[in-house]
């Protein structure tokens, strides 16, 4: 059974940095796309980043880019989401899936099979 568990959030000033983790297991997960996506308050569920766990590629949307990263450290199943220059409209509960393979790029939530719990992040301004 596939669990993942989001660590990192908290309350941080604009400006500032935090790391996400999320700790995947339960199987492999060579072949599997790992996201980020956040939810704030009223609004839908929309995407960050993602990486594949075989290959490592990386992709991120518009509002990020140049600010976080993903990454992976596959003999400890855990992927970081890296944020910095943080801003108030970052704030948001934080959620990391997985996505079984074949894998597609997408954005889109009903792509992903698993979904962790949520972390929240809060920027002040």
């Known amino acids: 059974q596939v669990q993942l568990v989001e660590s990192g959030g908290g309350l941080v000033q604009a400006g500032g940095s935090l790391r996400l983790a999320c700790a995947a297991s339960?199987?492999?997960?060579?072949?599997?796309?790992m996201g980020w996506f956040r939810q704030a308050p009223g609004k839908e569920r929309e995407f960050v980043a993602a990486?594949?766990?075989?290959?490592?590629?990386?992709y991120y949307t518009d509002s990020v880019k140049g600010r976080f990263t993903v990454s992976k450290d596959n003999a400890k199943n855990i992927v970081y989401l890296q944020m910095n220059s943080l801003k108030p409209e970052d704030t948001a509960v934080y959620y990391c899936?997985?996505?079984?393979?074949?894998?597609?790029?997408?954005?889109?939530?009903?792509?992903?099979?698993?979904w962790g719990q949520g972390t929240q992040v809060t920027v002040s301004s």
């Open positions: 899936a997985a996505q079984r393979p074949p894998v597609v790029t997408s954005t889109r939530t009903d792509r992903y099979d698993y």
């Open positions: 339960g199987r492999t997960f060579s072949g599997y796309a």
């Open positions: 990486i594949r766990w075989s290959g490592g590629s990386t």
